[in-house]
């Protein structure tokens, strides 16, 4: 696997690149992508990296595999291309934006726009065979996306880390409270979200508020 990632945060990650761990990982995922099908494509692996540079960081949405059905993973956590239906824990997200802030259901699930201004969508792991989730889980992107968090913990200040489910909730270890903000709930999946503790947790202001009271720009939900 070439590694094609934005030069910010190759300098952060560049020793994850040199270490033994890294070079099994591109080993096992280049067989992967000849062997069967894979997602997202090639080109989309890196993509939460490229389209968000290291230092225009302002929020992280950790999720956990990309999205395994033709069409859907483009490298964001949780974000489809436009013209692709949203998934449902993608429609209770912006159920909860509109709710939260007013913002209406936009018509596609590109959120290409919030990466733009500083929104990291990190998968834990970066790469899945179609149609079999967590099939890629375990071979090493977790080490890899764990160093990116912590890159950003120890070199950024006032970030808001934003975890939704118990796995996401589970990288709260690596993160500083004291320098950043993290903000918790159940997963946006219907069937977590439908039990309580989504609806109306109320993370896209509490977040704005936040990067506000910092001289931060907010973000456009």
Same mark, same amino acid.
């Given at each position: 696997?070439?590694?094609?990632?934005?030069?910010?945060?190759?300098?952060?990650?560049?020793?994850?690149?040199?270490?033994?761990?890294?070079?099994?990982?591109?080993?096992?995922?280049?067989?992967?992508?000849?062997?069967?099908?894979?997602?997202?494509?090639?080109?989309?692996?890196?993509?939460?990296?490229?389209?968000?540079?290291?230092?225009?960081?302002?929020?992280?949405?950790?999720?956990?595999?990309?999205?395994?059905?033709?069409?859907?993973?483009?490298?964001?956590?949780?974000?489809?291309?436009?013209?692709?239906?949203?998934?449902?824990?993608?429609?209770?997200?912006?159920?909860?934006?509109?709710?939260?802030?007013?913002?209406?259901?936009?018509?596609?699930?590109d959120l290409t726009r919030w990466a733009k201004q500083g929104v990291l969508l990190l998968?834990?792991?970066?790469?899945?065979?179609?149609?079999?989730?967590?099939?890629?889980?375990?071979?090493?992107?977790?080490?890899?996306?764990?160093?990116?968090?912590? !890159? +950003?913990?120890?070199?950024?200040? /006032? *970030? $808001?880390?934003?975890?939704?489910?118990?796995?996401?909730? %589970?990288?709260? !270890? +690596?993160?500083?409270?004291?320098? /950043? *903000? $993290?903000?918790?709930?159940?997963?946006?999946?219907?069937? %977590?979200?439908?039990?309580?503790?989504?609806?109306?947790? /109320?993370?896209?202001?509490?977040?704005?508020?936040?990067?506000?009271?910092?001289?931060?720009?907010?973000?456009?939900?």
């Amino acid at each position: 696997m070439n590694v094609k990632i934005e030069d910010s945060w190759r300098q952060y990650l560049q020793g994850e690149f040199d270490k033994p761990y890294f070079a099994a990982l591109t080993d096992f995922v280049r067989s992967e992508y000849q062997q069967t099908c894979c997602y997202p494509p090639g080109q989309f692996i890196f993509n939460a990296f490229n389209l968000c540079p290291f230092n225009e960081v302002k929020v992280v949405i950790i999720g956990q595999d990309p999205y395994h059905e033709q069409g859907q993973a483009m490298g964001l956590s949780f974000s489809v291309p436009s013209g692709v239906m949203m998934p449902p824990s993608l429609v209770n997200i912006f159920k909860e934006i509109a709710s939260d802030i007013g913002t209406p259901m936009p018509s596609d699930g590109d959120l290409t726009r919030w990466a733009k201004q500083g929104v990291l969508l990190l998968n834990a792991t970066l790469t899945v065979r179609a149609h079999q989730a967590g099939s890629h889980q375990r071979r090493g992107w977790e080490t890899f996306t764990d160093a990116a968090i912590t !890159a +950003l913990n120890a070199h950024r200040d /006032h *970030l $808001v880390f934003i975890l939704w489910g118990g796995y996401a909730r %589970s990288k709260a !270890a +690596l993160i500083d409270r004291s320098r /950043h *903000l $993290v903000l918790e709930s159940v997963h946006p999946s219907p069937l %977590s979200a439908n039990r309580g503790g989504w609806f109306g947790n /109320h993370h896209f202001s509490l977040c704005n508020t936040y990067l506000a009271e910092h001289g931060i720009a907010p973000i456009v939900w």
